[in-house]
Nanobody, 114 residues
Framework: QVQLVESGGGLVQSGGSLRLSCAAS????????MGWYRQAPGKQRELVAT???????NYADSVKGRFTISRDNSKNTVYMQMNSLKPEDTAVYCC????????WGQGTQVTVSS
């Protein structure tokens, strides 16, 4: 069973940047499309970025042009570079397969101050 560990979150001012990492262990990581999901307080979880095993990407309109998802299959790791952060990006960010397959990790908190 794949285990996921997210890191890289923090507190940043509006307009700032963060780079999130998701390390996977315990299974065949490279064959799965992976995504970054986020959940803000009082809101439903949403999928914001997806990357296939071959590297094709897709983004939610809310982050398009600001976030970039990437992966390194040799390191079993998925990344997300987040630029031009806005207060509405504040959420807990988690990674998982697309569609969902693995047990959720603990996530990483991103807080953007105005």
């Amino acid at each position: 069973q794949v285990q996921l560990v997210e890191s890289g979150g923090g507190l940043v001012q509006s307009g700032g940047s963060l780079r999130l990492s998701c390390a996977a262990s315990g299974g065949l990581f490279s064959i799965y499309a992976m995504g970054w999901y986020r959940q803000a307080p009082g809101k439903q979880r949403e999928l914001v970025a997806t990357i296939t095993g071959g590297g094709s990407t897709n983004y939610a309109d809310s982050v398009k042009g600001r976030f970039t998802i990437s992966r390194d299959n040799s390191k079993n790791t998925v990344y997300m570079q987040m630029n031009s952060l806005k207060p509405e990006d504040t959420a807990v960010y988690c990674c998982n397969a697309v569609p969902l397959r693995f047990r959720w990790g603990q996530g990483t908190q991103v807080t953007v101050s105005s």
